[in-house]
């Protein structure tokens, strides 16, 4: 049996595959929603239990994480998860430490969209060890052409690489009918042109938009943003060519973008918008994914490329406190708040620049770092960690509060 977990434009007709090729699927999605022929479950822990392969296609990094935590109780030992989202091998090493060691993990994130994920030309960048890798190949041949890359991790490794290429070189191309337009050279004139050089494939990705307007999404333009910020993370980070194509598909995301698809690109690449800084200011955030605040401070305030998160405590939605004198439940709590917030605002624990830790106790701080070592997996941000006398409410335990880079 064949556990499916994320059903957006991707998963469905990737579900809808297995469904057609004989295995007995079942599927979950945070909202309702359905393949034909396959079982829908109403949770990640039920979807799982019993199933041989359970397949993970999100939108993110958190998502991944969030929705594997969930899952775990279902999880059989002697399973493989295969994880086919964009989420990069860091995420890749943290998915690997949630998992129980009977618990296979195969990254296979997959180049294509709708079209070829319903017709089973998907291409899949496998990683893994060789164990694994031999138990889903035949799953894995369902999508489409599969390509091992290596060892665990490669996969994921692998498609941030060919999205670092293959995105920038569309928002170059953007920006150069953009430059177009300002020569007084006619748009359709330089796609002709480039349709006899090697760029004639991209040119016609962006011909309909250019000639036709935005068209339905495929791509979506908030997930090509998300690809290139995990591109240019850790050693990406001297990719600058790729970091300002990041920048300008972040700029698209905050003008309400993030759900067009990626060829929106090229009329917000020719708007003023598109060429003039915006002024920095101070916004609060409050995201809906915790607990509302009780009115007198919000949940972080975002400044620039900088994101200030308020001090977190383990609350439950009423307010009251979860897990009382419990530090490992309440810095689990308090990791997944902060976790929340900041992928609401398009950041991730990986960009924390300091985190500032309260405890009641110093001498219960190895369960606290037990835990924070399950989160924040790459090099450590700067810390500070200080004992008080109590916190505001009887029975917390901790509070964290971070500083973190969009």
Known sequence: MIAFLGLGRMGVPMAGRLVAAG?????????????????????????????DVVITMLSDPEAVSEVARAALPGLRPGSVLVEM????????????????????????????????????????L????REDL??????????????????????????????SALVTAQVGLAETLAYADDLGVGRTALLDALGETPLAGLAERLRPVVESGPFETRYALGLAAKDLRLATEGPGRHQTVTAAARDLLAGAVAAGLAGHDLTAVVPFAASHAAQTPAPKE????????????????????????????????????????????????????????LERILA???????????????????????????????????????????EVERLFRPGLVIEVEVVAAL
């Open 134 to 163: 031999d138990r889903v190949s035949d799953v894995l041949r369902v999508f489409g052409t599969v390509h091992e890359a290596g060892g665990p991790g490669s996969g994921a490794a692998a498609k941030l690489a060919v999205m």
């Open 23 to 51: 295995h007995k699927v079942t599927v979950w999605n945070r909202t309702t929603r359905g393949v034909p022929g396959a079982e829908a479950a109403p949770s990640p822990a039920a979807a799982v239990a019993g199933a």
């Open 344 to 386: 609401d605002q398009g950041s991730s624990l990986d960009r924390v620049l300091h985190i500032r830790t309260f405890l009641t106790d110093m001498d219960r701080l190895h369960e606290y770092a037990a835990v924070r070592s399950r989160f924040l997996t790459g090099e450590p941000p700067a810390s500070t960690t200080v």
């Open 85 to 124: 989202s964009t989420i990069g091998p860091d995420a890749l090493r943290r998915l690997r430490g949630l998992l129980p060691e009977s618990v296979g993990l195969v990254d296979a994130p997959v180049l294509g969209s709708v079209g070829p994920a319903a017709e089973g030309t998907l291409v899949v």
């Open 126 to 129: 496998a990683g893994g060890r």
């Open 282 to 337: 101070v916004r609060a955030v409050n995201p809906p994914s915790v607990p509302a605040t009780n009115g007198y401070y919000s949940h972080a305030v975002r400044f620039g490329d900088l994101l200030f998160l308020s001090g977190q405590v383990a609350l439950d939605e009423d307010g009251k406190v979860a897990g009382e004198g419990d530090m490992t439940l309440q810095s689990e709590i308090v990791m997944e708040n």
